[in-house]
């Protein structure tokens, strides 16, 4: 558990300690930033083929409502959850593309590019990190 818990510390103070917020933007601008973010993904997803609700809740690993929740953008202001995220990540037909895209929306939401606070930002890394290394994956986005 200490392994994992140095592991998690790491990984944060990594992403962290390298870009710094942008304070001299509006808030609205940065939740615009965090929402076209989400868009290219969306986008992404269309691109590769994955049209109706059904097939891209599927590749996402998501259920039909947290799918639709996602594509459409209901998430402005906090963004998407770790757990959505987690679960997004550990699905196998996820394609790299896609993948690509959710990996730096964490990078940039842990960075504190979509306006979120430490503290905000600092309970996101520890339940992503704490939900990464229980599904095993935490060794995906670290690399």
Do not use: C
């Amino acid at each position: 558990m200490e392994v994992q818990s140095s592991a998690v510390a790491e990984y944060y103070r990594m992403l962290t300690d390298a870009v710094k917020p942008h304070r001299t933007q509006t808030m609205s601008a940065l939740k615009a930033r965090q929402s076209a973010k989400i868009r290219e993904i969306v986008s992404t997803l269309l691109a590769e083929g994955f049209v109706t609700l059904d097939t891209q809740a599927r590749v996402l690993g998501l259920g039909r409502s947290s799918a639709w929740s996602v594509l459409h953008n209901h998430y402005k202001n906090t963004g998407l959850t770790a757990s959505t995220i987690d679960h997004i990540l550990s699905s196998p037909r996820l394609p790299q593309s896609v993948r690509v895209l959710v990996i730096e929306y964490i990078e940039d939401k842990l960075a504190g590019r979509y306006g979120h606070s430490h503290q905000q930002r600092r309970r996101f890394a520890i339940l992503l990190t704490a939900k990464m290394a229980e599904s095993g994956h935490l060794e995906d986005i670290a690399a």
